[in-house]
T-cell receptor, first 115, second 113 residues
Framework: AQKVTQAQTEISVVEKEDVTLDCVYE???????LFWYKQPPSGELVFLIR??????QNEISGRYSWNFQKSTSSFNFTITASQVVDSAVYFC????????????FGEGTQLTVNP | DAGVTQSPTHLIKTRGQQVTLRCSPI?????VSWYQQVLGQGPQFIFQ???????GRGNFPDRFSARQFPNYSSELNVNALLLGDSALYLC????????????FGPGTRLLVL
């Protein structure tokens, strides 16, 4: 069965520090998709990135970067030069090809960026 | 374009009552999924509807039901409410419901007393 583990429940950093959020997944499918979502206090889940299992190329978008490694079943998310506005709960999610559109989420990591 | 909208934003019910939550997808999106997020946890999949047909169901009791209308909006119904049903209910839409990314609405916060 599919599973997503975000071992870091809470992380607190000072503004301008770099921070990495860890995500480890389990799946038996060879085709799957990984996602990161941001959830600010308002509650809405904001889509950040999607990667498919055949594309291990790392991606950078501004201060955000993602490291996908199939060998370790990890999909980690790094924020460079963090800002107070980055404070939120971040969720990693998995969708298996055989599970339709069902997303399996991790428990989330609460990131607090202090000024 | 407007994003996913949900109504109401907040709701308070008592045990045993019934509740209906509503969701309008992004224009052009034909698939709607529902998730339940209990405080401090990740969202849990409840249902997916595509072209007005149920395409997936999570591990939730039969008290939970949903439907999708011809305009692709959707309703989630929960009967015989329990205290444990208190949660944020999130609706997500995607174009076709398979590999496309799901975009979430702001959610409905349900409190059962």
């Amino acid at each position: 069965a599919q599973k997503v583990t975000q071992a870091q429940t809470e992380i607190s950093v000072v503004e301008k520090e770099d921070v990495t959020l860890d995500c480890v997944y389990e799946t038996r499918d060879t085709t799957y998709y990984l996602f990161w979502y941001k959830q600010p206090p308002s509650g809405e889940l904001v889509f950040l990135i999607r990667r498919n299992s055949f594309d291990e190329q790392n991606e950078i978008s501004g201060r955000y970067s993602w490291n996908f490694q199939k060998s370790t079943s990890s999909f980690n998310f790094t924020i460079t030069a963090s800002q107070v506005v980055d404070s939120a709960v971040y969720f990693c999610a998995l969708r298996e090809e055989t599970s339709g559109s069902r997303l399996t989420f991790g428990e989330g990591t609460q990131l607090t960026v202090n000024p | 374009d407007a994003g996913v909208t949900q109504s109401p934003t907040h709701l308070i019910k008592t045990r045993g009552q019934q509740v209906t939550l509503r969701c309008s997808p992004i224009s052009g999106h034909k698939s709607v999924s529902w998730y339940q997020q209990v405080l401090g946890q990740g969202p849990q999949f409840i249902f997916q509807y595509y072209e007005k047909e149920e395409r997936g169901r999570g591990n939730f009791p039969d008290r939970f039901s949903a439907r999708q209308f011809p305009n692709y909006s959707s309703e989630l119904n929960v009967n015989a409410l329990l205290l444990g049903d208190s949660a944020l209910y999130l609706c997500a839409s995607s174009y076709a419901g398979t590999i496309e990314t799901q975009y979430f609405g702001p959610g409905t916060r349900l409190l059962v007393l």
